[in-house]
């Protein structure tokens, strides 16, 4: 049985605050800020550029994606990290329509974070006439794979509602099809139990500094299921992915595997506090963090339902339908959001009326949801929101 008591222990959270953002940003893992200080002084102040080989960084972006792996079910060697999110979805976006070159079609849904619509939709436009994206509600998802899609290109949870697609039976509707899918887990990986593998998923990618915790700005990961990771062709053929990057060949040949998903020189630093943070998953059964994980969104939404009458639910009831993020409607709720940041409680806002609040059994207990409840309460019963300073909208995340 996980002991989550431990794990809050990781983290610094700030005094006086109740935070519920760990779906966007996770917060310090108390080891990451010293793992990253030893990096900088004892790696690259002692080591110079000798730290490549002596610290490890040349593999360091395997050796990171196949703890990443462990998370999200998938096979040793098929993760790598690098670069953003949007990066390595245009990556494995590309190397997927690749693997099916008769096909222009890339099907998702209204529900997917823009990035990677946009991502697509440039994409699709070097790759000349003929080729479209797809976009549905996420409802008509399953009913649109057919035999004119390439690619599948869908985020499991949906940033606004936390509806959760079912992974495993979309895959094998569209391989039924000879469609191949690429999944983003941006709000899956750390936040429920991904099975890349078990599902066989084509293509996964997502970040890690939201329930990760690697920081701002920390590197995305790829997944290359082992059937396509000696065939998939690597649309942004940088150095570091290539066979030999240090025989400086002027002809590109992809690396063996994974490997090849790598494009430059990686965020040592950075991964450097990935790695601290992923620390505090060492133990931590997936299955314990779901039942953790729900148990926390059903006591919000109870809670909220009985004492926040004018607040709606805007997530799938039905927890198996929900990754670990619970958001509600109301027309005033960039104000109420500011209203509740200003007492210590932190979630955020996404246009135009949603309240969205992540649950992180990690840091996160009852009596913080209970407390956060609490002052969500007073600020609805007194309309604390209905001040000209929290109407003006300023903050951007
Ligand atoms: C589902 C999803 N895809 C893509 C992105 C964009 O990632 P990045 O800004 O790291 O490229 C995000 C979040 O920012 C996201 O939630
Ligand atoms: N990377 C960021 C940088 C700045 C502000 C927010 C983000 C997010 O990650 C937003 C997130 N993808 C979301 O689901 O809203």
Known sequence: MTD???????????????YLDGNSLGPLPVAAAKR??????AEWGEMLIRGWNAAGWMEQPARVGDRVGRLIGAEPGTVVMGDTLSIKVYQ?????????????????DNGNFPS???IAQGLLRSRGAGHELKVVDPEAVEAAIDDTVAVLMLTEVDYRTGRLHDMKALTAKAHAAGVITVWDLAHSAGALPVELAAAQADFAVGCTYKYLNGGPGAPAFIYVAPRHAHTARPSLSGWMGHEAPFAFDLDYRAG????RMRVGTPPVIALASLEAALDAWDGVDMGDLRAASIALSECFITEVEARCPDLILASPRDTNRRGSQVSFRHPEGYAIMQALIARGVI??????????FG???LYLTQDDVLRAVEILAEIMADRL???????????VT
């Not at 989550?4 to 109740?18: A, E």
């Open 347 to 356: 979630g955020d806002f996404r246009a135009p009326d949603i309240l969205r």
């Open 116 to 118: 990677d619509l946009y």
């Open 385 to 395: 929101w209905d001040k000209e300073e929290y109407r003006k909208k300023a903050r």
């Open 256 to 259: 063996t595997g994974i490997e």
């Open 92 to 108: 494995a976006l590309a190397a997927a329509l690749d693997l099916n070159p008769d096909r222009k079609v890339v099907l998702s």
């Open 4 to 18: 989550f008591t431990t794990t809050r222990k990781r983290f610094h959270l700030p005094d006086g605050v109740i």
């Open 359 to 361: 649950f992180t059994p």
């Open 36 to 41: 990253v200080s030893q990096t900088l002084e």
